[in-house]
């Protein structure tokens, strides 16, 4: 076996070292019952080229989103990752590492995950950030306890331009306490998260752009809650429109949670993906997630450790602030270092880009019969609504390779008003091709 | 002065810190020390754009992001990386982090763009190979654990155990047993497992282990009562030992209207030799990114599916695969009891798919091999350096995939457990896990795995040896004034905590302007 080193010599002069027979006897204090008898229902090693033929059969099964006009975004979306990115992650010394508990032979992860803090920070216009999370959806659940505990008050409201996915997983991590209110779903950018707050309300949490692709007032909804002494929990799924459209930092937002992925990661069906935290420095020590801050050493010189740790769980066992140990290292190197290829003016190019795009894709979907384009704004990503149900449409198109969009129904399941909803976005891989055949076929099956 | 000031020396601020190293071996400036916000490594057209849809919200605040070219940004990272350990330049011997071998085919085939460039929300007529890999893996580890089902979503170990226990929570209220309120939890047990119980609102309970490190069925049985909801126990435990009477308590659990959870961080040692299910475990997270073999990245991505008995599984989060007639379904709405959704889509996909990789090159043979290696290797460690370790639980007879050792052989040297940890970097090891569990003092906690060579085991045993004799022989300022000859000497944690400076800020006494 390819990766097991012994041979069968080795094994019994090592035997004969720990005084053991055979290495069955190593299993002596497993009780009998416990042990397997038998052989297990499963395959025998195999050859690199017998699993890889395996493999590749499975991936054959899929459409890749490269195999022809794609318009899913709705909280993960394909970008172009420059070549460098991939090639430097796995470099052995990063790809192989462990997490960075012993920080004189771990400076490189270390000054990494600090220049990613940096850029984080400067992304959302927050004074610190985190050294990553799993996930937008799992951080902004993270955000949400965070709130619960710096204003020790109970009420959450959630938008209704929430992720509905974003709105399942807070659900679940507050077991769905009846102090959790989730307004309806706003796909016309409608509904009025602001009435909702009170004197008990610890956080609202919006997303801009929002689920529907609409852009939303920060400022205002900073406003209103502030004025309540509660917090506002900014998300933002599509990274990247942070730069065109102004940092939540700026507006006044008290927590900012990103989904990364759109920097540096693959789409991979889902993860592995980066959640992103930033927020107030009077806020560090209720933030979830891995600091590393800056120090000097013993001859002091400049060098980076994980710092606060006492918050953490494997340091603060029942008193830890959060349920995240192992997160999302690689993934946040990834988004550094094409953040750091993009840098400010690679971003704010990107970002124009994408709205470029998006605005042709919205004028060539406005002029086919039976379309109605919902927003008024957007950055990539928008709803149209469709004579007949989305679902069925998008399957159609499917079967022809033009990936469309995402029926709403598959978020939000049993509720009419929505039923006939397409959410789609564009990035700076579509192209005039790619909407034109979009709209051709979405005409058609429409017609 | 060592310190690389090749490149652009001028950007957004200006590099501060003196310098120490190897001339191949230099230090590398921040990047916002090096790049300035006008450079950057990707074209991208310009694109002409206005501002009818976007209602009056664009950008007035500065990014002020650094951008490198692609020739500079190589050389940051790769010079960044170079002041990394990583498994493989050495062994990595952290007990209960199983820093095993990463194949690299596993990185090939997760870059197949079947896998790497499908979305989660594709129509799933599209994603049927994806599909099909879940159910696969599934297959693999409920056959290999003898369990029910598998929730594959959780994004790492402590995940998987917050999803393990709201499933138990679900199941105790669908039971009408909603008021259990405690959780027990060994004071051996890794930190996530306090924090996890806590987190999901539990009072925990805390067994003792007995003389010989592991739990009493007695213990546990005193423990239990009308209010216990679960017990978290890890088996293998952090002791590095087979917990013996690990049936007794699941069936005192069981009896006691309580679920036993199983951490699983140690399924290393018995993978393909016990399975978890014959000990009457109720849920156990799985970590792909220790015991098969997904990379550790410098601190993730992980996984940690869970694990669920019959009585779980109806409680399993959603999203999961359905198999029937025709095509793979993807359940992603909630029937009935199932506890909800724990992550957006559809969780660690890329980690899927090396996880699977893993298993089919080793195939049930070659998993149950890597186990007994990895017992032998930790096992063979133990007795070379027994009677110079002292080894706390010696008399329990050989231990499992990791070896404990406790500070006693330190004792009158003037050394630490950390000090020691620090000269073996000095030897060219990464230190092994120091402090933890917390049931012994000064504890060092050695897992070798399967990966390593008997040569290599020679010589970390031969280090070890060495050292210790140089510590009793009085030679302690090689220890406490360790590491000498890393990219930095020890690090002033106290100041990083008491001034926390959390990110690059332009020099105080320097203009900011970008050049």
């Known amino acids: ?418 039923a006939n909803l397409l959410v789609l976005a564009a990035t700076e891989l579509t192209t005039d091709e790619d909407i034109d055949l979009l709209a051709a076929s979405l005409t058609e099956a429409l017609a | 002065m060592s310190m690389n000031t090749q490149g652009r020396p001028t950007g957004t601020g200006s590099s501060s810190a003196a310098a120490t190293g190897s001339s191949l071996l230099p230090d590398e400036p921040l990047l916002f020390e090096i790049g300035d916000t006008e450079h950057s490594g990707v074209d991208l057209p310009e694109a002409v754009i206005d501002d009818e849809f976007l209602a009056g919200f664009r950008r007035k605040t500065p990014l ?89 979503t959780p994004k790492a170990g402590a995940h998987g155990e917050m999803t393990g226990m709201m499933a138990i929570r679900a199941a105790q209220v669908a039971r009408g047993q909603g008021h259990r309120n405690i959780v027990l939890v060994p004071d051996s047990a890794h930190g996530t497992n306090p924090a996890t119980a806590a987190f999901l609102g539990y009072t925990v309970k805390s067994i003792p282990a007995n003389a010989a490190g592991t739990v009493d069925a007695a213990a546990v049985k005193a423990a239990l009562g009308p209010d216990v909801a679960a017990i978290m126990l890890t088996n293998p435990n952090t002791c590095g030992l087979f917990e013996p009477q690990i049936i007794d308590i699941a069936k005192a659990v069981h009896e006691a209207g309580a679920y036993f959870y199983c951490d699983g961080a140690n399924f290393n040692a018995i993978m393909g030799v016990v399975r978890p299910g014959d000990l009457g475990i109720d849920a156990m997270h799985i970590n792909l990114h220790k015991t098969f073999s997904t990379p550790h990245g410098g601190g993730g991505p992980g996984a940690g599916p869970v694990v669920l008995s019959a009585a779980l599984a109806p409680f399993a989060p959603v999203p999961f695969v359905r198999k029937g007639e025709g095509p793979l379904m993807l359940v992603e709405h909630a029937p009935e009891q199932h506890l909800g959704r724990i992550t957006a889509f559809n969780g660690q996909m890329g980690m899927y798919v090396r996880a699977l990789t893993y298993m089919l090159s080793h195939g049930g043979d070659g998993l149950a091999q890597a186990a007994k290696d990895a017992v032998l290797n930790a096992n063979y460690v133990k007795a070379r350096l027994t009677p110079a370790f002292s080894a706390p639980f010696a008399a329990a007879g050989a231990c499992m995939h990791e070896a404990l050792f406790d500070d006693q052989f330190l004792e009158g040297t003037g050394v630490t457990t950390l000090d020691f940890a620090k000269a073996m970097i000095d030897e060219g090891f990464h230190p092994m896990t120091m402090y933890f569990p917390l049931v012994v003092h000064g504890a060092m906690l050695v897992e070798p795995t399967e990966s390593e060579s008997k040569q290599t085991l020679d010589a970390f045993c031969d280090t070890m040896l060495a050292l210790a004799a140089d510590a009793k022989a009085g030679n302690a300022a090689r220890f406490t004034s360790a590491p000498t000859r890393a990219p930095r000497r020890r690090l002033d944690e106290t100041r990083a905590a008491r001034q926390p400076k959390l990110k690059w800020e332009p020099p105080a006494d320097l203009p900011q302007a970008a050049e």
């Open chain 1, 1 to 418: 076996m390819r990766y097991l080193p012994h041979s069968p010599a080795e094994r019994a002069d090592m035997l004969a070292v720990v005084g053991a027979a055979s290495a069955d006897d190593l299993f002596a204090a497993v009780p009998a019952a416990a042990r397997l008898r038998g052989r297990l229902d499963l395959p025998d090693h195999a050859p690199e080229f017998t699993v890889e033929a395996h493999m590749r059969a499975l991936a054959g099964r899929n459409h890749a989103a490269a195999d022809g006009p794609f318009f899913i975004g709705a909280g993960a979306y394909r970008h172009h990752v420059p070549a460098t990115v991939d090639h430097l992650i796995q470099r052995s010394e990063w790809l192989t590492a462990y997490t960075p508990y012993q920080p004189e032979v771990s400076q490189g992860t270390l000054q990494m995950l600090f220049e990613f803090q940096t850029q984080v920070a400067h992304l959302t216009g927050m004074e610190v950030a985190n050294a990553s999370m799993y996930d937008g959806s799992t951080a902004t659940a993270e955000a949400v306890l965070m709130a619960k505990r710096l204003t020790r008050k109970d009420k959450v409201v959630l938008s209704g331009g929430l992720h509905p996915h974003y709105r399942d997983v807070v659900r679940t991590y507050l077991d769905n306490a009846p102090s959790l209110v989730c307004q309806p779903p706003s796909p016309e950018g409608q509904g009025d998260i602001l009435s909702q707050i009170d004197d008990d309300t610890a956080a609202i949490v919006i997303q801009t752009p929002d689920f529907f692709g609409h852009l939303r007032d920060v400022e205002k909804a900073a406003e209103a809650i502030h004025i309540k002494g509660g917090l506002l929990i900014v998300v933002v799924t599509e990274v990247i429109s942070l730069g065109l459209l102004e940092a939540p930092g700026a507006l006044g937002a008290d927590i900012v949670v990103c989904e990364g992925q759109s920097i540096g990661n693959a789409l991979n069906f889902g993860g592995p993906y980066v959640g992103l935290m930033a927020t107030r420095k009077e806020f560090i020590r209720q933030m979830p997630g891995r600091l590393c801050g800056e120090t000097v050493d013993a001859d002091g010189n400049r060098g980076f450790v994980l710092t606060l740790s006492t918050r953490e769980q494997h340091i603060r066992r029942e008193k830890a602030t959060s349920n995240i140990c192992t997160n999302s290292g690689l993934c946040a190197l990834a988004f550094s270092i094409h953040m750091g290829l993009l840098g400010e003016a690679g971003l704010t190019r990107l970002a124009r880009l994408n709205h470029a795009r998006a605005v042709a894709l919205a004028k060539a979907l406005r002029t086919i019969p039976g379309v109605t384009l919902l927003n008024k704004s957007f950055f990539n990503e928008m709803t149209i609504r469709l004579p007949v149900p989305a679902a069925p449409i998008v399957e159609l198109l499917a079967r022809a390779e033009v990936l469309a969009g995402v029926p709403v129904s598959r978020l939000i399941p049993n509720d009419p008003s929505v």
């Open chain 2, 64 to 152: 002020d992001l650094a951008g490198l070219t692609e020739p500079e940004a190589l050389r940051h990272y790769v010079r960044l990386s170079r002041r990394n350990y990583s498994i493989d330049s050495g062994m990595y011997p952290l007990g209960s982090c199983t820093m095993k071998h990463n194949p690299r085919l596993n990185e090939k085939i997760a870059r197949l763009p079947g896998f790497a460039d499908i979305h989660p929300l594709q129509p799933v007529s599209t994603v049927q190979g994806a599909l099909a890999l879940m159910d696969e893996l599934a297959h693999w580890l409920m056959t290999l654990t003898n369990t029910a089902a598998v929730c594959l």
